[in-house]
C-alpha cells in the first residue's frame, strides 16, 4: 500500500505535529494571548503517536518523518519519540527513516546533544531577524538569544545542515532579507526564506501586505549575485548559490510560486488527525480507530484512502480560496 493520491502524487514525508502549544506567540501564527490548546485527552499519548509513525514508515512507504508542532521541544517524551522512530525499518528494509525537527529553538541549547543522541538527523529553526528588538515585536518575547545560543548548540551537536526558516513581515522585518542572508552564511546555515501563508489563527492575512518571493529576491539580489540551482526535486524551496557559493539560499513562495504538483508530504496532528495538505479543510480521523482497536492494517487502510481526496493544489489563488478552520500551530508547519 502507498499514499497515492488521484493526480499521482506518493507522500513519503511526513510531518508530526507533537502539541499545538508554543512558548513564542510569532503575529503571523497565533494572537498576543494564544490559542484555545487542545484537551489532553484528545492528545495522543507518545505510545500513539509512535504506532501511527510506525505504522506510515513500515505499512505506507514514508521515508522521511520531520517533528513540528506548535513546538515540539515543549513535549516531553520527544528524544523517546525520535528515538522509537530511528528504530523503525523503511519498508524496503534499507534502514531507517530520516528524521527531522522544526522548531523556535528555544531550550534547545540545552536539548540539542540529547536529541543527536536520540537519532535525531538535523533540524529547521525559525529565526526572522538578525535583530532582538525586532525579535520581541515579531515574536512578543524577548528571546532572540536563546534562539541564536539554540542553533550553535545544534550545529555543535551535528544537526546539520543547520537551516534557518524566515518569514518576512511589512513594517517589521521587511528589508532584512541581505543582513539575514548575511549572518547565516558566516555562521554556515542554510537561510530558507517562506512567504507568509493565510494560516495564522486570527485570519489576519492579506495578499497586499504580504512579501512576495519575487519581492525577497528582488532585495538579495541587490547585494549577491544570485544563481538558480537545478534539482529542486519534491522540495519546496527554490534554491539559489550566493555569489560564487558555496553558500546557498531558498526561497518557499507557496502563495505566488506553489509547487502542488510535486507534493510529497502528509500531515499527522497531535490529536491523531491526517492532512492530506497544509491547506486542506477537510480532516481524517486515525486517532479514533487507534483507540477502538482498529488493526494496524485497517488504519493504514484509512489513512490511505485519506490521500484520495487531495486536490491538486492549495486554491490559495482562487476566489474561492477559504483558509482551514484549524491554524498552523495546530496543524504543524
Ligand atoms: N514552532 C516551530 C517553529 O516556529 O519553527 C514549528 C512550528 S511553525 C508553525 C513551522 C514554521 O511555520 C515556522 O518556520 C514558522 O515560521 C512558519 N510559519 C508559521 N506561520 C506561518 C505563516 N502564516 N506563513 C508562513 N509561515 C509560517
Ligand atoms: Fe510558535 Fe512556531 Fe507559531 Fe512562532 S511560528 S508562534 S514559534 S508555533
Same mark, same amino acid.
Given at each position: ?23 513564542? #506567540? ?7 494571548? &494564544? *490559542? ?8 495522543? =499519548? !507518545?505510545? %500513539? ?60 541549547? #540545552? ?7 536520540? &537519532? *535525531? ?8 531577524? =538578525? !535583530?532582538? %528588538? ?69 485570519? &489576519? ?129
Amino acid at each position: 500500500m502507498e499514499l497515492i493520491d488521484q493526480h499521482d502524487r506518493i507522500a513519503t514525508d511526513l510531518r508530526v505535529s507533537l502539541t499545538d502549544r508554543c512558548n513564542l #506567540r510569532c503575529q503571523y501564527c497565533m494572537p498576543a494571548e &494564544g *490559542l484555545e490548546w487542545m484537551p489532553t485527552d484528545q492528545t495522543l =499519548t !507518545d505510545d %500513539e503517536l509512535v504506532r501511527l509513525i510506525s505504522i506510515g514508515v513500515e505499512h505506507l512507504g514514508i521515508t522521511d518523518v520531520r517533528f513540528t508542532g506548535g513546538e515540539p521541544l515543549l513535549r516531553k517524551g520527544l528524544p523517546g519519540l525520535i528515538s522509537a522512530t530511528k528504530a523503525m525499518t523503511l519498508r524496503d528494509g534499507s534502514g531507517s527513516p530520516r528524521t527531522a525537527m522544526t522548531s523556535n529553538g528555544l531550550g534547545l541549547k #540545552r536539548t540539542a546533544k540529547a536529541l543527536a543522541e536520540a &537519532g *535525531l538527523d538535523r533540524v529547521n529553526i525559525s529565526l526572522d531577524t =538578525t !535583530d532582538a %528588538e525586532v525579535f520581541a515585536r515579531i515574536t512578543r518575547r524577548d528571546r532572540w538569544q536563546d534562539v541564536v545560543d539554540g542553533l550553535a548548540a545544534a550545529q555543535d551537536a551535528g544537526l546539520g545542515p543547520v537551516k534557518v526558516n524566515a518569514v518576512l513581515l511589512r513594517e517589521h522585518n521587511e528589508t532584512e532579507g541581505p543582513a539575514l542572508l548575511r549572518w547565516c552564511m558566516e555562521r554556515d546555515y542554510e537561510l530558507r526564506f517562506i512567504e507568509q501563508m493565510p494560516l495564522d489563527a486570527q485570519h &489576519g492575512w492579506s495578499r497586499a501586505q504580504m512579501i512576495t518571493a519575487d519581492e525577497t529576491l528582488g532585495l538579495i539580489s541587490e547585494e549577491f549575485t544570485l544563481t538558480p540551482l537545478e534539482g529542486r526535486g519534491s522540495a519546496p524551496a527554490e534554491k539559489f548559490l550566493v555569489d560564487d557559493g558555496p553558500h546557498t539560499v531558498g526561497i518557499i513562495g507557496s502563495v505566488t510560486r506553489p509547487f502542488c504538483g510535486d507534493c510529497n508530504r502528509v500531515r499527522l496532528t497531535a490529536d491523531g488527525q491526517i492532512l492530506n495538505c497544509l491547506f486542506a479543510r477537510d480532516e481524517s480521523d486515525l486517532r479514533a480507530p487507534l483507540r477502538d482497536g482498529a488493526s494496524d492494517l485497517e488504519i493504514a487502510e484509512r489513512w490511505a484512502a485519506a490521500m484520495m481526496t487531495k486536490l491538486p493544489g492549495h486554491g490559495i489563488n482562487d476566489p474561492s480560496f477559504l483558509q482551514s478552520s484549524r491554524p498552523m500551530s495546530a496543524i504543524g508547519g
